[in-house]
């Protein structure tokens, strides 16, 4: 079974602060997906990034990265020079490939992100 | 393109009461899914569809029902709604395989059940 742990509940930094979300998974699958999503207080689920299992490049995106290691089975993720705008839950998912075919998510529980100003 | 579409996004019912939420997309997705989403829990998997007049369970089916009568829309009922009910409920879709953007999630559907 799937397993998404964003151990960090909530975190608080100064504006232009750089700040990492934490996400360790686990899973059997040989050939999976992670994903974070950004979920500010409007409350729609904007994508920010999804990883290929076999890619372990990390990924540079503006003001954001992500940092990929099969090994300890992580998928961090990074804002550099935190702004207001980055207030936010952000989740941590895991594809979840189903007999049928249907590859679903699996989420963490989120990490609350509040960037003061 | 209007991408996915929930309604009604505010709902309050009184326990017992019946009601569906209505999930369409336009982006000619096969596969669609319903999520709920509750306070320290994230989203969980209700249930979903592989392709017009499928339906399977997620995590957690029990007290939903759903339809995929149509490619484009895809359907979630409560029969008899329970206080546990009240939630966040996202619809998404994708294509056979993920794409690049993974899914695409509606605006969300904010129910009360009282």
């Known amino acids: 079974a799937q397993k998404v742990t964003q151990a960090q509940t909530e975190i608080s930094v100064v504006e232009k602060e750089d700040v990492t979300l934490d996400c360790v998974y686990e899973?059997?699958?040989?050939?999976?997906?992670l994903f974070w999503y950004k979920q500010p207080p409007s409350g729609e689920l904007v994508f920010l990034i999804r990883?290929?299992?076999?890619?372990?490049q990390n990924e540079i995106s503006g003001r954001y990265s992500w940092n990929f290691q099969k090994s300890t089975s992580s998928f961090n993720f990074t804002i550099t020079a935190s702004q207001v705008v980055d207030s936010a839950v952000y989740f941590c998912?895991?594809?979840?490939?189903?007999?049928?075919?249907?590859?679903?998510?699996?989420f963490g529980t989120g990490t609350r992100l509040t960037v003061i100003p | 393109n209007a991408g996915v579409t929930q309604t009604p996004k505010f709902r309050v019912l009184k326990t017992g009461q019946s009601m569906t939420l209505l999930c369409a997309q336009d982006?000619?997705?096969?596969?669609m899914y319903w999520y709920r989403q509750d306070p320290g829990m994230g989203l969980r998997l209700i249930h979903y569809?592989?392709?017009?007049?499928?339906?399977a369970k997620g995590e957690v089916p029990d007290g939903y029902n759903v339809s995929r009568l149509k490619k484009q829309n895809f359907l979630l009922g409560l029969e008899s709604a329970a206080p546990s009910q009240t939630s966040v409920y996202f619809c998404?879709?994708?294509?056979?395989?993920?794409?690049?953007?993974?899914?695409?999630f509606g605006s969300g559907t904010r129910l009360t059940v009282v």
């Open positions: 998404a879709s994708s294509y056979l395989l993920s794409g690049r953007n993974g899914y695409t």
């Open positions: 899973t059997r699958d040989t050939t999976y997906y």
């Open positions: 990883r290929n299992s076999f890619d372990e």
């Open positions: 998912a895991l594809s979840d490939l189903k007999d049928d075919g249907a590859n679903n998510l699996f």
């Open positions: 982006m000619n997705h096969e596969y």
């Open positions: 569809s592989v392709g017009e007049g499928t339906t």
